[in-house]
Nanobody, 113 residues
Framework: QAQLMESGGGLGQAGGSLKLTCRTS????????MGWYRRAPGKQRELVAQ???????DYSDSVKGRFTISRDTTTNTLYLQMNSLKPEDTAVYYC???????WGQGTQVTVSS
């Protein structure tokens, strides 16, 4: 079993920045693929960004160039730096290792215009 816990959400302004943190514990390793996902009101959960084995990253088109995913492999902590926020970034953001079936409980991000 593994536990994932997100923090850093809250209220941001359009054009501003927020940084999310996902702390892990248990049976999840720095080599396991992980990512950030989000669910906006009335929509399905979608991939935001993910980091693969070897540190390769990819992003959804909607956040490319604005968000940066990173991972501290010594502590196996995942980050999401969100810049140039838009109101449409408003969602609950989840940290996940979907291949292993592990998810955090989510953190709300609300961006005001």
């Amino acid at each position: 079993q593994a536990q994932l816990m997100e923090s850093g959400g809250g209220l941001g302004q359009a054009g501003g920045s927020l940084k999310l943190t996902c702390r892990t514990s248990g049976k999840i390793f720095a080599s396991d693929p992980m990512g950030w996902y989000r669910r906006a009101p009335g929509k399905q959960r979608e991939l935001v960004a993910q980091v693969h084995v070897g540190g390769v990253t990819d992003y959804s088109d909607s956040v490319k160039g604005r968000f940066t995913i990173s991972r501290d492999t010594t502590t196996n902590t995942l980050y999401l730096q969100m810049n140039s926020l838009k109101p449409e970034d408003t969602a609950v953001y989840y940290c996940g290792a979907p291949v292993l079936g592990y998810w955090g409980q989510g953190t709300q991000v609300t961006v005001s215009s």
